[in-house]
């Protein structure tokens, strides 16, 4: 039976090209436009432009941006993509590539352009995706090691480690969806101690075949600093990510704004309720497939008048990112399920960096409007 895909899609999203260096999903569902007109618009201060960039030197920040409708004919190279065949293209030893989703026909190029160089490449994959994709049936065919999970949850990551020094993660799966339709993002951070986090992790999968809850929880460094930056690290279900998301979000003192591919954890949607009622700004955006259901936290929320939108992307909103007092941004690829948290695959980052924060909540801005004035 095929699996039960509750994490593969974005939304809109308009790129930006932030961080301070460079900047730059999954199946098309053909979501019509949900014709919403909530009044209301985002509670957030005034954030830099795209065009502004942070001071820092050891990540870049990207963003798809969607088109509606997209015209397969007339698209642009993705800055996104872009920068992710250029990431590929300075490996010089090693590559690591754990990926729920690969039809880009660029990175397949990439990948074995590298390999054709002398890099090691492996790479680990969902069992459904392995002999579907175009790309890795080719790419399994150039004799590239490519390892499936082979079980019914999913592999939900979506990294890549560059020489054991660097890491590419989000939530953006390698696909002409996540790229041109669909809301997504991914930061590329150099830092041999988070790759050896991600290394340890591929490792598990790619050698050992330890997926999901067989996977041990022996992360290397938990916690680390780059330039002043704390970044936490979490890989589901055996560091019990969930704790450590409601965690984050219980800290909030002042603001919470969220998007949501898949928002169905209790214990999260929980915690968050709980700190709207003592007085914490909360704003939320989900997206609409799967809103309506009975196990999303968005008619609870609605309910309770908390500012909460279905997405306006006719496509799919498939970020999974947290932002909590301006200062602290959660990401990877980690949606806030059940699923996510004790069945599949996922990694997941929190991000203790003002800047970046920024970065992300000029991104949920952009989202917002969206959903305030969905496309025609």
């Given at each position: 039976m095929?699996?039960?895909?509750?994490l593969?899609?974005?939304?809109m999203?308009?790129?930006?090209?932030?961080t301070?260096m460079?900047?730059?999903g999954p199946?098309?569902?053909?979501k019509?436009?949900?014709?919403?007109?909530p009044?209301?618009?985002?509670?957030?201060?005034?954030?830099p432009s795209?065009?502004?960039?942070?001071?820092?030197t050891?990540?870049?920040?990207?963003?798809?941006?969607?088109?509606?409708?997209?015209?397969?004919?007339?698209?642009?190279?993705?800055?996104?993509?872009?920068?992710?065949?250029?990431?590929?293209?300075s490996?010089?030893?090693?590559l690591?590539i754990a990926?729920?989703e690969?039809?880009?026909?660029?990175?397949?190029?990439?990948?074995?352009?590298a390999?054709?160089?002398?890099?090691t490449?492996?790479?680990v994959t969902d069992?459904?995706?392995i002999d579907?994709?175009d790309?890795?049936?080719?790419l399994?065919?150039s004799k590239?090691?490519?390892?499936?999970?082979e079980?019914?949850?999913?592999?939900h990551?979506k990294?890549?480690?560059v020489?054991?020094?660097?890491v590419w993660?989000?939530?953006?799966?390698?696909t002409q969806n996540?790229?041109?339709?669909?809301?997504n993002?991914a930061?590329?951070?150099?830092?041999p101690?988070?790759?050896a986090?991600?290394?340890?992790?591929f490792?598990e999968?790619?050698?050992?075949h330890?997926?999901?809850?067989?996977s041990?929880?022996?992360?290397?460094?938990?916690?680390i600093?780059i330039?002043?930056?704390?970044?936490e690290?979490?890989?589901?279900?055996?560091?019990?990510?969930?704790?450590q998301?409601?965690?984050?979000i219980k800290q909030?003192k002042?603001s919470?704004y969220?998007?949501?591919?898949?928002f169905?954890?209790g214990?999260i949607g929980d915690?968050?309720?709980?700190r709207?009622?003592?007085g914490?700004?909360?704003q939320?955006?989900?997206?609409s497939r799967?809103s309506?259901?009975?196990?999303?936290?968005f008619?609870?929320?609605?309910?309770l008048k908390?500012?909460?939108?279905?997405d306006?992307n006719?496509?799919?909103?498939?970020?999974?990112?947290f932002i909590?007092?301006?200062?602290?941004?959660?990401?990877?690829s980690?949606?806030?399920?059940q699923n996510?948290?004790?069945a599949?695959?996922e990694?997941?980052?929190i991000?203790?960096?003002?800047a970046?924060?920024?970065?992300y909540?000029?991104e949920f801005?952009?989202v917002?409007q969206?959903?305030v004035?969905p496309?025609?």
């Amino acid at each position: 039976m095929p699996k039960q895909t509750i994490l593969a899609s974005t939304s809109m999203g308009v790129l930006l090209l932030i961080t301070m260096m460079f900047c730059g999903g999954p199946t098309p569902t053909g979501k019509p436009p949900t014709g919403k007109s909530p009044t209301t618009s985002p509670d957030v201060t005034e954030q830099p432009s795209a065009a502004e960039k942070s001071n820092g030197t050891w990540y870049q920040l990207y963003f798809s941006s969607p088109k509606y409708p997209d015209d397969a004919k007339k698209r642009s190279p993705a800055p996104i993509a872009q920068a992710l065949v250029k990431v590929i293209n300075s490996a010089k030893k090693t590559l690591d590539i754990a990926i729920y989703e690969l039809n880009l026909p660029e990175l397949g190029d990439a990948i074995l352009a590298a390999r054709d160089r002398g890099v090691t490449v492996r790479m680990v994959t969902d069992s459904d995706e392995i002999d579907t994709s175009d790309v890795l049936i080719r790419l399994k065919k150039s004799k590239i090691p490519i390892v499936p999970d082979e079980r019914s949850p999913i592999m939900h990551n979506k990294f890549v480690v560059v020489d054991k020094k660097a890491v590419w993660l989000g939530s953006w799966n390698f696909t002409q969806n996540d790229t041109y339709r669909n809301n997504n993002n991914a930061i590329y951070i150099q830092s041999p101690q988070l790759a050896a986090n991600y290394t340890t992790e591929f490792e598990e999968m790619f050698t050992d075949h330890a997926f999901g809850p067989t996977s041990p929880a022996n992360t290397p460094n938990p916690k680390i600093t780059i330039d002043g930056t704390v970044i936490e690290n979490c890989f589901a279900p055996e560091d019990k990510c969930g704790d450590q998301v409601i965690a984050v979000i219980k800290q909030a003192k002042k603001s919470i704004y969220f998007m949501a591919f898949s928002f169905t954890h209790g214990g999260i949607g929980d915690v968050v309720i709980e700190r709207a009622k003592k007085g914490i700004k909360v704003q939320g955006l989900f997206e609409s497939r799967g809103s309506e259901t009975k196990y999303s936290e968005f008619g609870v929320m609605e309910k309770l008048k908390l500012d909460v939108l279905k997405d306006g992307n006719p496509y799919n909103l498939h970020h999974k990112v947290f932002i909590v007092d301006g200062q602290t941004v959660i990401m990877g690829s980690f949606n806030f399920s059940q699923n996510a948290d004790e069945a599949n695959d996922e990694n997941l980052l929190i991000i203790h960096n003002a800047a970046i924060a920024k970065q992300y909540t000029t991104e949920f801005k952009q989202v917002y409007q969206v959903a305030v004035n969905p496309p025609k």
